[in-house]
């Protein structure tokens, strides 16, 4: 079997998702991811794999041209769209129209509400009709969700909300992998002195960093681009801005930290996201400080500590705590890593997902 990912974008954090997808269908099948990237090229934690396909991105009118060598070249006997976007489920519908083959639509973000409709008159960019990524073939293509064979979400909250098959993120429980790693060794790599916490989210920074900058002596180890974190109000903070590592070099990187955090607003789209990089950190066994908000609480239960989002006292009492009590510390990261073990690896991940597969193939 044949099995085309397709992405709208990989030149950023959005194609870790597709990754992981297609990491799970190699489980099962043969696999290609496809997608758009910038001329910077493709987003640094992606790996290089020969089953990558990439073309440049292109806006109106150019795109229409791109467009047409992606339908060509999503040639799987199934098609898995990843996001509502032109370039991923626009091109997949197209293509799957074109040669009879099922399309299975993944959403791991509430995407309408990333470009509200109340946003659009305030910022006209946001439905561009020049963009392929326009707010408002977004907005049609959602609405369009019922045109896929089956529907994949990461987490409940999508689930309640479009239906389908929860396929968890999951991770390579071989990759991450805490006993192949010299910790002390990674430590030195990055230059880790004393207690590290390591940033883990795209929200909530600033008041982790107020929470660590509170606990005498720690750090707060953030993986940024080079231009990110520089400005003057980020000075008074006890911050490590380490460069975007490649994924291959991420495990290296959870084991240097001490505590891995993970904290999330208590915003709309948030509660409909699930973070990749929890499933990471529980595979490396670490001690996690996460929010109450999505799956996190049902992930995390028993193997890691959940404060309420934006309660900057709470999470300064967790990353206080966790580096004074070791042995707390490692059976919480003992847990986790037996969870990721019994749940999350990418072999039980591939099972999940070609049930879908299986049942949109006959």
């Known amino acids: 079997m044949k099995i085309t990912v397709l992405s709208h974008d990989l030149f950023s954090n959005a194609a870790m998702r597709a990754h992981r997808l297609a990491e799970a269908a190699r489980t099962f099948a043969e696999v290609k991811l496809i997608g ?10 992606l790996p290089q794999e020969p089953w990558i396909i990439t073309a440049r991105k292109k806006g109106f009118p150019k795109f229409t041209k791109y467009f047409f060598r992606l339908v060509k070249a999503a040639d799987g006997d199934v098609l898995i769209a990843v996001k509502p976007h032109l370039a991923s489920f626009g091109v997949a519908l197209v293509a799957a129209e074109l040669r009879d083959v ?27 009709l020049s963009r392929p990524a326009s707010a408002i073939y977004m907005s049609l293509l959602t609405k369009a969700t019922g045109s896929a064979a089956a529907i994949t979400v990461a987490s409940t909250a999508l689930q309640r909300c479009f239906g389908g098959t929860v396929i968890p993120h999951g991770c390579s429980v071989e990759l991450f992998d805490p006993a192949s790693i010299d910790r002390e060794e990674a430590r030195r790599t990055f230059g880790f002195v004393g207690p590290t916490v390591l940033f883990r989210a795209h929200k909530g920074l600033e008041e982790l960093a107020q929470a660590v900058s509170r606990v005498p002596g720690a750090r707060l180890a ?20 380490i460069p975007i590592v490649p994924y291959s070099s991420l495990s290296n990187l959870l084991a240097a930290a001490d505590v891995v955090a993970i904290p999330q607003s208590d915003s709309e789209p948030a509660r409909y996201q699930m ?37 900057v006292d709470k999470l300064t009492a967790a990353i206080s705590e966790l580096p004074s009590n070791p042995e707390e510390a490692r059976v919480l990261g003992e847990r986790g890593r037996a969870r990721c073990l019994e749940s999350y690896s990418m072999q039980l991940i591939g099972e999940r997902l070609f049930e879908v597969v299986r049942q949109v193939s006959q």
């Open 275 to 311: 973070p990749m990089k929890v499933f990471d950190a529980i595979a490396m066994g670490k001690p996690i400080i996460a929010s109450l908000v999505s799956d996190l609480p049902l992930v995390l239960e028993g193997c890691g500590r959940l404060v309420p989002p934006g309660d």
């Open 36 to 45: 758009p990237v910038a001329a910077r090229g493709i987003w640094p934690a």
């Open 222 to 241: 953030v993986t940024c681009r080079p231009n990110d974190l520089a400005g003057s109000e980020w000075g008074c903070f006890p911050l490590d801005r």
């Open 102 to 128: 099922p399309v299975i639509l993944d959403l791991d973000d509430f995407d309408v509400a990333l470009a509200s409709r109340s946003d659009w008159a305030d910022n006209p960019s946001i439905t561009d």
